[in-house]
């Protein structure tokens, strides 16, 4: 099972727990089935289209992801929000 | 005291004053993030936020003690698994019966509370509408920007949006029906104009004293209602330019609107900022300058960035710029103030 590590708004808003396990094949299941579990989620990270946000980044066992990211039993998972200004 | 709600590109600035005296920043929320508008519900005293996050979406926030903490509304939102997401809440707008707001937002979305704003649902009439198609975005998008209710009546309700015109209700919002007779579409080819969809409506308001009675700012042009926004005519003669972005009214007189003229080509004051009211419905315009700047001024002023409180001789009236001044007036426009200046780009002003 994955374990998806959260920070700041998301911690809160999934119930003040920093870490979850999750169990999904790829980022972009793992991340519709977070919403499901947790439904202070829904809508933070996916749109309604159930897309990615724009400016959100995951990341699996440090490295870039994508929703088409195949995970394994122990990844770890980051859900942070990029790097942007201006 | 005022208390004005402030959104900016950069978070929520609450400032109080005296009218006629420059205000202190009180408070920031949602520091770094766009707040597109902030309102406070005059009937509950809670205050409302629709902060678009460039990482979290739009949303909109209320909390009932400035500063205590802000819950998300829930329900603000498209139904899931369509093609589309929504972008961004424009307006949030007290409704008539007990608990009741409304919120407009894009693309071309209504949403409703019955509970104080704190589940909200999308109109659903308004959304499956067989026109929808037609509707197109303007430069700012796909907005419900403009929610006037009917005073005592919560069935009845006008909206305006941009780039798809007016739209109203008198069984609260179960069907919907156009309100764009009279308005010209000049930036449309003149075969087009008669069954045109796409009208650029920038504001609506109503006069609460007669509330037949509506007055717009178009893309290009003044109107005034006097059927309920069925019809319109065009009040605009007089102004200095016929485009502009907002437009308010004093309760208490029918007669009244004031406006701020922009040039048609870069949509900012042509030099000097002026208000222009009318208190004979439209039939003349008078300059309001007096304590505002009249030379080298280039300000745009947004839609939701002008707004009033109190009416008739105690009537205050307050907009803000996207270079950061806020300007207000004790005196229905006899004279200005500084208010403020140096914050961020002004979406929304407010008093609470």
């Known amino acids: ?86 | 005291m005022t208390e004005l709600l402030v959104g900016t590109r950069k978070g929520l600035f609450v400032l109080d004053g005296e009218p006629g005296s420059r205000f202190e920043i009180s408070l920031r929320a949602f520091v770094g993030d766009p707040v597109d508008y902030a309102m406070r519900d005059p009937r509950s005293g809670r205050v409302f936020a629709a902060v678009t996050s460039p990482f979290w979406g739009p949303r909109i926030w209320f909390t009932d003690e400035l500063r205590g903490d802000w819950q998300p509304a829930r329900g603000v939102a498209l139904p899931k698994g369509g093609s589309e997401a929504l972008k961004r809440i424009w307006v949030i707008v007290a409704g008539e019966d007990e608990g009741r707001l409304y919120a407009g937002g894009d693309p071309g979305v209504l949403f409703e509370s019955r509970d104080d704003g704190e589940t909200w649902a999308l109109n659903r009439a308004l959304w499956e509408h067989p026109t929808r198609p037609r509707w197109r975005r303007d430069s700012g998008g796909l907005s419900v920007h403009s929610i006037a209710p009917w005073p005592g009546d919560p069935q009845r309700l006008a909206l305006a949006i941009s780039a798809a015109g007016v739209w109203l209700t008198d069984d609260g919002g179960e069907t919907w029906s156009h309100g764009n007779e009279g308005i010209v579409a000049d930036y449309l080819p003149e075969e087009a104009r008669a069954t045109a969809i796409d009208l650029c409506v920038h504001h609506l308001e109503r006069a609460p004293r007669r509330p037949e009675r509506l007055f717009l700012q178009f893309h290009g042009g003044v109107y005034r209602s006097d059927d309920a926004g069925r019809s319109w005519s065009d009040i605009g003669a007089g102004l200095p330019h016929d485009f502009g972005f907002p437009l308010v009214v004093d309760p208490a007189d029918p007669d009244s609107a004031y406006v701020v003229p922009v040039t048609t080509a870069d949509r900012v004051t042509d030099g000097r900022v002026v208000v222009w009211e009318t208190r004979d419905a439209g039939a003349t315009w008078i300059a309001r300058n007096r304590g505002l700047p009249q030379d080298d001024a280039y300000l745009s002023v947004l839609r939701q960035a002008f707004a009033a409180s109190g009416e008739g001789t105690s009537l205050e009236l307050y907009f803000g710029a996207t270079s950061g001044e806020i300007f207000g007036s004790a005196d229905a426009a006899d004279s200005w103030f500084g208010v403020a200046q140096r914050l961020p780009a002004i979406a929304s002003v407010r008093p609470a």
Do not use: C, Y
């Not at chain 1, 977070?34 to 439904?39: I, P, T």
């Open chain 1, 1 to 86: 099972m994955a374990i998806v590590r959260l920070r700041g708004q998301l911690e809160k808003l999934a119930g003040g727990e920093p870490e979850l396990p999750v169990e999904a094949g790829t980022v972009g299941e793992l991340l519709q089935q977070l919403e499901r579990e947790h439904s202070g989620l829904e809508g933070w990270i996916l749109d309604e289209r159930g897309v990615l946000r724009r400016h959100i980044n995951v990341f699996v066992n440090g490295e870039p992801a994508e929703p088409e990211t195949e995970l394994q039993g122990s990844d770890k998972i980051e859900i942070l929000p990029a790097i942007s200004g201006g």
